[in-house]
């Protein structure tokens, strides 16, 4: 009896350890977690546990950007910092198994195994702001700037030209035609005279004698005196001939 109490009893640690031992290796446990702290800010932790020994891969989207993607083996754990924590977030995550579909996770395929059975785990999730934002601080009111009114500017007068004095080209002075000598104003060769030789004076016999050498003489005055009036004119005729 006691070896058959030690046999069962023996029987039964090992159908026990066998059942132990293999929910492990069949579970697939995934787990996200994400917080948000006034001091430590927006964050994200994953655990990832129970996987095969394979290249299982793991992402982690937040919004809407990748921030962890990483091929592991059997077991993967970390925490992300999200950065601005005044702000609300939105994440999602997935694994794709190596050792098969039916042990991938992600949103749309939230069942998981794990050691207590099949378990619905979300794999989507939302951080909300915990850290209010700083107030912007509004402009102090200044004063308009009061441009200057431009001060109307006056017309530039033009000068007027003054008018032109016309250029009066001198009036040539009318020349007086060139007077030619008179063929009476020239000088006309002079006959010697004959002076009357020394004579003895005439008595009172001779008078006619007297009288025609009075004569003679009158006439050779006014035949000098003929020749210098025309001596003049023609002098003066010639002085007008060079200033014309």
Request: proline content about 13%; glycine content about 8%; hydrophobic content about 35%.
């Amino acid at each position: 009896m006691k070896k058959f109490l030690a046999g069962g009893a023996l029987a039964a640690l090992t159908l026990g350890g066998l059942v132990v031992g293999a929910a492990p290796a069949s579970a697939h446990t995934p787990a996200v977690s994400s917080a948000c702290d006034v001091e430590a800010g927006s964050s994200i932790t994953y655990n990832l546990a129970y996987y095969a020994d394979g290249d299982n891969k793991f992402t982690l989207v937040v919004d809407g950007k990748i921030y962890v993607e990483e091929t592991f083996s059997k077991s993967l754990s970390d925490t992300v910092v999200v950065e601005d924590s005044t702000i609300e977030h939105t994440w999602e995550a997935s694994v794709v198994a190596s050792d098969g579909e039916e042990f991938n996770w992600g949103p749309g395929n939230e069942e998981a195994r794990t050691p207590r059975g099949i378990e619905k785990v979300p794999a989507t999730g939302t951080i909300e702001a915990c850290v209010d934002a700083e107030p912007t601080p509004e402009p102090s009111p200044s004063e308009p700037v009061v441009e200057p009114t431009p001060e109307p500017s006056e017309p530039a007068v033009e000068p007027t030209p003054e008018p032109s004095e016309p250029v009066v080209e001198p009036t040539p002075e009318p020349s007086e035609p060139a007077v030619e000598p008179s063929e009476d104003a020239s000088v006309a060769p002079v006959a010697p005279v004959d002076e009357p030789s020394p004579s003895p004076s005439p008595s009172s016999d001779e008078p006619p004698v007297l009288a025609a050498t009075g004569a003679t003489v009158g006439g050779a005055i006014g035949f000098a005196a003929l020749l210098a009036a025309g001596g003049v004119a023609l002098v003066w005729a010639r002085k007008r001939l060079q200033n014309a």
